[in-house]
């Protein structure tokens, strides 16, 4: 299994940032997929899901109506559309799966929200 996130940057605040989690090794379009993010000293913590089938989706209250998950199963690939930034959405954002009660990371994408 791998996820390999990208699309992070700087962002002013009010700007807009979309992440993508590229994967292989299973079949994506059966599972769950989360994007969670952590900022140093913290735990990792969770900012949205989306099911298999591309309606199940749930967000975490901090980042409702700012932010859009979504996937495109025919490209193995996951999305995080962020609009609206604001500077406490700055930390690394990683995307998750979970296989079989075993979670898989990707190696995180840094977004810096700043002016």
């Known amino acids: 299994v791998q996820l390999v996130e990208s699309g992070g940057g700087l962002v002013q605040p009010g700007g807009s940032l979309r992440l993508s989690c590229a994967t292989s090794?299973?079949?994506?379009?059966?599972?769950?997929m989360r994007w969670y993010r952590q900022t140093p000293g913290n735990e990792r913590e969770f900012v949205a899901n989306?099911?298999?089938?591309?309606?199940?989706?749930y967000y975490d209250d901090s980042v409702k109506g700012r932010f859009t998950i979504s996937r495109d199963n025919a490209k193995n690939t996951l999305y995080l559309q962020m609009t609206s930034v604001k500077v406490e959405d700055t930390a690394v954002y990683y995307c998750?799966?979970?296989?079989?009660?075993?979670?898989?990371w990707g190696q995180g994408t840094q977004v810096t929200v700043s002016s």
């Open positions: 998750n799966v979970r296989i079989r009660d075993k979670e898989y």
């Open positions: 090794g299973f079949t994506f379009r059966d599972y769950f």
């Open positions: 989306i099911g298999s089938l591309p309606t199940s989706l």
